[in-house]
Every structure is written in C-alpha cells, then in structure tokens.
C-alpha cells in the first residue's frame, strides 16, 4: 500500500482541475499544466479533492499509485506557485548573459557555451547567480541539472556551477615537503 497514494490532495481556490480519458488538466492563476496518465489507476476529481485508487492489485499498478499521486501534487503545486532552482557560476572568469532567447556561458572552455531557453521556464541572471523558475517542476529540475553538468563544481578550489545550498566537500590537494 502507498504511504503518498492514499493521501487525498486537496485543490485550491482559483484552481481547475479537468480529466478527459488519460489526459489531465490543470489550470491556475500561474498558468497551466496538461498531462497524460495510464489507466491502471483510477483518479477521482469531487468537491475540491482527488483521490486516487489503483483498478487491479498487481507490482505496476502499486509502483504507479504513489508517483501518480507525487505528479498531480505538483501540478496542483506548479500553476498556484511557481518552482524555483538556483545555480551559482563559481571561478575567475566565468561569466553568465543571456543574448536572444539563449543563455550564453563561459566557463573556462576555448568556447562559449549557448543554451536555448525552453519557452515555458523563466530565465534570470544576476551577476554569478543563475534563477530558473516555471510551473513544471520536472522542467525546472531537468533543465537546471543541464546547465550545471557543463561544468560540474570540482573539489579543490570549488570552481564550476553548484545549486544554491549546494555543499561542496573540499580536498586538501597537495602540500609542500618540509
């Protein structure tokens, strides 16, 4: 039995959520979020509340009942307030801009790095400081692992991008013989 899947999730004011066949929808004053589920189980939408129940008792449909149930909460989560990750660009000379609907980086490679902004996340950036917000918390997770796997924060001197409350474990390195 699902700890998460048996939880009802509750839908706020000025949210509305919508089911035709597998397809969900849900709509807030953030914006809105369309997503397709299998049928292994059942979602119920009645007085402001989804609950959800697998149809068959089998391994899939157990597996299923509680990310299902993790998906819709952030949808619900996603429209009524927004996601937010940040990455801080760490080392002498790295710069960050965004030019045209890219994200231009240079980060201690012979070239510059573009990125494509998709267009459903918003995009900021201040000084070394990288913020990434949308509605889709998928979106935002994927998109911000991304960016920082181009240049992952190295243990001696911490340089490369990090999230915000990343913590980075240092190494001593070398030491001089005396």
Do not use: C
């Not at 509305?16 to 292994?40: M, Q, S, T, Y």
């Amino acid at each position: 039995m699902s700890r998460i899947g048996k939880q009802e999730i509750n839908i706020p004011n000025g949210t509305e959520v919508a089911k035709n066949d597998n397809l969900l929808i849900v709509k807030g004053p953030k914006g809105e979020l369309k997503k397709e589920f299998k049928d292994i189980i059942d979602i119920n939408i009645k007085d402001k509340i989804i609950t959800l129940k697998p149809r068959v008792n089998n391994i899939a449909s157990k597996a299923l009942w509680g990310t299902y149930a993790s998906h819709i909460k952030n949808m619900v989560d996603g429209v009524n307030n927004l996601f937010e990750k940040k990455l801080i660009v760490e080392g002498i000379g790295f710069k960050t801009e965004i030019n045209d609907h890219k994200l231009v980086l240079s980060v201690g490679f012979s070239h510059k790095i573009n990125i494509s902004l998709p267009k459903n996340l918003n995009v900021s950036v201040q000084k070394n400081i990288i913020t990434i917000s949308g509605v889709d918390k998928e979106l935002v997770g994927q998109f911000s692992a991304k960016i920082r796997s181009l240049k992952k924060p190295e243990p001696y001197k911490g340089k490369g991008i990090r999230y915000e409350n990343e913590i980075i474990r240092r190494k001593q390195g070398k030491r001089a013989v005396t």
